[in-house]
């Protein structure tokens, strides 16, 4: 049986999403300030906070199989440092093609240092609400992968939701790993150095203040 915290918190939650969806129709002007009440009201009793996705290729295996497998999303209203973390598999739109969505595992978000294995490529540093997003199939060149390898940094916005469950088949389902980060050493002054190393890139960022819970 679900327990009373954790039905308040779902509930924050939706709260909490119903405002951010509430205030998004009303600033581009899909609504008015007296319907904006009624707008979150409606979101918070009718709306949901996940959906399913149907994906497919081998970009995620062995994450999700390459014959593929219906996800589970749970959507996110404002895809901040603060509520997506760096090592979750995500769901954003395909930068190539807006109609369409991939699902990649994020690698990067502003402040991380990209720093190429390939000495002809200069470094540089994520800019603001830019992120970095990787495949999980490592045998996978970056044109097969079709990952920020390709096409670059994308927008944090282009970020629909945290994919928290893989249904692959009737007996292959289940949670989806989130937040996996590597150690990879220290710097000279000591501070904890975590990184991402994949195809070709090593993704650094010296976390000062604190590690997320989970990673």
């Not at 901040?80 to 930068?95: E, H, R, Y």
């Amino acid at each position: 049986m679900v327990s009373l915290s954790t039905w308040v918190r779902y509930a924050a939650t939706k709260f909490e999403y119903s405002v951010v969806l509430g205030w998004k129709k009303y600033n581009v002007g899909q609504i008015n300030g007296g319907q904006l009440s009624d707008a979150i009201w409606k979101n918070f009793f009718q709306g949901k906070l996940t959906f399913l996705h149907w994906t497919k290729g081998e970009q995620m295996a062995p994450t999700v199989a390459g014959d593929g497998g219906t996800l589970l999303v749970r959507k996110l209203p404002f895809p901040a440092p603060t509520q997506v973390f760096v090592g979750d598999v995500v769901l954003l739109k395909d930068p190539e093609k807006p109609s369409d969505y991939l699902v990649r595992r994020l690698a990067a978000i502003e402040g991380y240092e990209m720093v190429s294995t390939d000495e002809k490529d200069t470094p540089f540093i994520l800019e603001k609400d830019q992120c970095w997003v990787l495949s999980d199939n490592e045998s996978l060149k970056p044109k097969e992968a079709r990952d920020s390898r390709l096409f670059g940094p994308v927008p944090m916005t282009d970020i629909v939701g945290r994919v928290v469950y893989a249904l692959r088949s009737a007996v292959d389902h289940g949670p989806v790993l989130n937040r996996v980060l590597l150690i990879l050493g220290k710097n000279t002054t000591e501070t904890p150095m975590f990184c991402w190393v994949r195809g070709g890139f090593v993704c650094s960022f010296l976390l000062l203040a604190k590690v997320h819970a989970g990673c």
